[in-house]
């Protein structure tokens, strides 16, 4: 398996989470924090985290801290090779 196709199934195994296309869709309408995510995904705080760290891992997320908050926004590229937005 080329490192590309290990790259691809991570992706697809990643999206397939729970929260990954809740959170996905959410940040359609742009970047957010990380406490904004898990309120409109019902999520626990901690488990948007781990979510939304695994889409950043998984290169679909960008994730930049501003003080004491971290901002989600979608790597579209990524994630339109996946899911048309």
């Given at each position: 398996?080329?490192?590309?196709?290990?790259?691809?199934?991570?992706?697809?195994?990643?999206?397939?989470?729970?929260?990954?296309?809740?959170?996905?869709?959410?940040?359609?309408?742009?970047?957010?924090?990380?406490?904004e995510?898990?309120?409109?995904?019902?999520?626990?705080?901690?488990?948007?985290?781990h979510?939304?760290?695994?889409?950043?891992?998984?290169?679909f997320?960008?994730?930049?801290?501003?003080?004491?908050?971290?901002?989600?926004?979608?790597?579209?590229?990524?994630?339109?090779?996946?899911?048309?937005?």
């Amino acid at each position: 398996m080329t490192e590309a196709e290990k790259k691809s199934h991570k992706a697809i195994r990643t999206i397939g989470g729970r929260l990954a296309f809740p959170i996905i869709i959410f940040l359609k309408g742009g970047e957010s924090t990380l406490t904004e995510v898990a309120v409109a995904t019902g999520a626990s705080l901690s488990n948007a985290y781990h979510a939304a760290d695994r889409l950043r891992k998984a290169g679909f997320l960008k994730w930049r801290k501003d003080g004491w908050h971290s901002h989600y926004s979608l790597e579209a590229d990524e994630v339109r090779k996946y899911i048309v937005l």
